[in-house]
């Protein structure tokens, strides 16, 4: 498997993704909203867009679409909820479907909601597992529900799906929100050492060449893998001081989400 992960240098700082079979040629587009940067590395890669696929339905992701599909004739697939939502939509996508890419690809569909509740991630399994994972997770944060999302059902998704993944999981978010997310983690539970580290190796950094994380690091320096953590209870607490002394997993969760919407 071959991943290029294409910075767009937007306001919205997003990434967008190809990925490859070496094989074969074969790439799809992960919310390719920056076109025209992705036929740009597709081309000079010598490989052929087939298929795109939106993690979900909002316009920073979906926007590229139609360009795409007019330059390679790509099929778009998404969350099988999404139709009328995203336009155009060949193929509705439910938990378990695999994306196979070529001769060597595979990708497993993983329905997460909370961002929004059309929210898919992409999991290649094999020696080097990786999780495309849109703005369900990012390096050290978690995706903000405003907009037809939900915190408790993003909690589950957490929980039971991403939390479980092997810890040498490749973290590819869709957007680059690295440095303010390990200062919101820093201000949660500031003995944090290991995102304090990071913090300085990230500081200034050049999205184009970002660092990527692995589950591992994440269950290390993002806040809403730490929910048991002393610290972040003692601060979470002084935040809402009617919590109780041990408060469960999600109440941390759902509480951390709020904490961070204004933060």
């Known amino acids: 498997m071959i991943v290029r992960q294409i910075w767009t240098a937007n306001a919205y700082r997003n990434f967008n993704y190809l990925i490859a079979c070496g094989e074969t040629g074969e790439a799809i587009a992960i919310d ?5 940067r992705c036929l740009a590395v597709a081309r000079a890669e010598g490989w052929t867009i ?3 696929v939106n993690t979900h339905e909002h316009r920073d992701h979906t926007g590229g679409n139609a360009a795409l ?21 060949a193929q509705g996508l439910t938990a378990g479907d695999v994306i196979k890419v070529g001769r060597s690809v595979e990708l497993e569909v993983l329905d997460t909601p909370g961002h929004t509740m059309c929210h898919v ?17 990012f390096n050290a944060g978690a995706g903000n529900c405003h907009n037809g999302g939900s915190a408790d059902a993003l909690y589950d ?10 810890p040498e999981t490749l973290i590819y978010p869709g957007h680059d929100y690295i440095e303010n997310n390990l200062r919101f983690t820093l201000d949660r539970e500031p003995g944090n050492t290991a995102a304090g580290t990071l913090l300085d190796t990230v500081t200034g950094q050049d999205p184009a060449d970002a660092l990527v994380t692995t589950l591992a690091t994440e269950r290390e320096i993002n806040a809403f893998f730490r929910l048991a953590s002393p610290g972040v209870i003692e601060r979470l607490r002084a935040a809402f001081p009617e919590l109780p002394e041990h408060p469960d997993p999600k109440t941390v969760f759902v509480r951390l989400r709020e904490l961070r919407n204004s933060w």
């Open 157 to 166: 998704t957490f929980a039971n799906q991403l939390d479980r993944l092997p």
């Open 50 to 52: 087939t298929r795109i």
């Open 69 to 89: 599909v007019a330059a390679t004739g790509a099929t778009i697939l998404a969350h099988a909820n999404a139709r009328g939502k995203i336009d155009d939509m």
């Open 32 to 36: 390719p909203l920056d076109h025209a």
């Open 121 to 137: 991630c992409l999991c290649a399994h094999g020696d080097r597992p990786a999780l495309f994972c849109g703005d369900t997770l």
